[in-house]
């Protein structure tokens, strides 16, 4: 099932700007230089507060996130909150459009070492490409297109 909302640390609505469906799952149309589909809005869920309301210390809770810059809000309240314990592995893309990613991988692991949670970044041991997530599996076809 694809929910059409994206996660963040307030609840509120998010502006996509012109949106084709493939999109929903690989990111933002105006920050990969498209200019066809339609203008949306969708629903942002305040994931830390759920994730608090939801887990505790105890749980394994793994958490990946490529979530196109709302990883900064999303991960600074998770230590403002003092909740970042919550999480025992974080799997990263950090955007660096969005903020310092060093500085947030910094105070991440200076959370870490603390928890013992632990820390992956996109890279070669860790590509980020969920082979699962192609819009053809996710996104059913309109025949009447």
């Not at 692991?109 to 082979?131: C, F, I, N, V």
Request: hydrophobic residues 40%; negative net charge.
């Amino acid at each position: 099932t694809s929910v059409p909302a994206a996660v963040a640390a307030t609840d509120g609505m998010l502006s996509l700007g012109l949106v084709e469906p493939s999109q929903m799952i690989r990111g933002g149309a105006e920050s990969h230089g498209s200019s066809g589909g339609v203008r949306m809005s969708v629903p942002m869920v305040d994931v830390v507060t759920w994730m608090i309301q939801n887990f505790r210390e105890e749980d394994f809770v793994f958490l990946k996130l490529d979530v196109e810059g709302a990883e900064f809000e999303i991960l600074q309240g998770l230590i403002t909150r003092g909740k970042f314990n919550l999480i025992d592995i974080l799997l990263l893309e950090c955007h660096n459009n969005a903020g310092s990613c060093s500085s947030l991988m910094q105070s991440l692991r200076a959370e870490a070492d603390k928890t013992g949670a632990q820390l992956l970044t996109e890279s070669d041991q860790y590509p980020g490409y969920d082979s699962c997530s192609t819009p053809d599996r996710l996104i059913p076809v309109d025949p009447r297109l």
